[in-house]
T-cell receptor, first 110, second 112 residues
């Protein structure tokens, strides 16, 4: 079982819709959770971090964390074609390094 | 530009040659990480420095890989006797106390 799992997609949503990206992790000691966006051929860009159970909102992005279910999600409201990218879920615990999922490829259709 | 800087951006080398990559982190960040990413996969941890100390090294990192951060500022990653399987994007990231890690542009290595 992989430590961080994401649906590989691809996920397609129409422009203006809500995109929902999901991630599960296996290490119950995980403390910090991150979402990165990666455009093709580019490096990952940090878009959200979340450390405690519940929701965290930043503009059109909402991260949700449920430690009991070992589940993290990212909602993108009013999706735009420029949101088309691969979204990487990353987790860290007492060890500082990040463990990444394989990413979910999102396409927003105009 | 005060972000993480990596050089070179691209490197093509012949199998068996040695290559060295450089990473300049965000200036106030004391932690520096190296990752490797292949197509269709998430970044894979290689090694981690806090200041000049190398605190962790992945079991996946073979003896041909070595990394240094001599004065706690920039870091180098060297791969000796490159193999075709080393072809990947090598990513450097830095962070401070918040654990939020910011990535450089990466170095794309192609071994022919």
């Amino acid at each position: 079982q992989k430590e961080v799992e994401q649906n590989s997609g691809p996920l397609s949503v129409p422009e203006g819709a809500i995109a929902s990206l999901n991630c599960t992790y296996s290490d119950r000691g995980s403390q910090s959770f991150f979402w990165y966006r990666q455009y093709s051929g580019k490096s990952p860009e940090l878009i959200m971090s979340i450390y405690s159970n519940g929701d965290k909102e930043d503009g059109r992005f909402t991260a949700q964390l449920n430690k009991a279910s070992q589940y993290v999600s990212l909602l993108i409201r009013d999706s735009q074609p420029s949101d088309s990218a691969t979204y990487l879920c990353a987790v860290s615990g007492s060890a500082r390094q990040l463990t990444f999922g394989s990413g979910t490829q999102l396409t927003v259709l105009p | 530009d005060t972000g993480v800087s990596q050089n070179p951006r691209h490197k093509i080398t012949k199998r068996g040659q040695n290559v060295t990559f450089r990473c300049d982190p965000i200036s106030e960040h004391n932690r520096l990480y190296w990752y490797r990413q292949t197509l269709g996969q998430g970044p894979e941890f290689l090694t981690y420095f806090q200041n000049e100390a190398q605190l962790e090294k992945s079991r996946l990192l073979s003896d041909r890989f070595s990394a240094e951060r001599p004065k706690g500022s920039f870091s180098t990653l060297e791969i000796q006797r490159t193999e075709q399987g080393d072809s990947a994007m090598y990513l450097c990231a830095s962070s401070s106390g918040s654990n939020e890690a910011f990535f450089g542009q990466g170095t794309r290595l192609t071994v022919v």
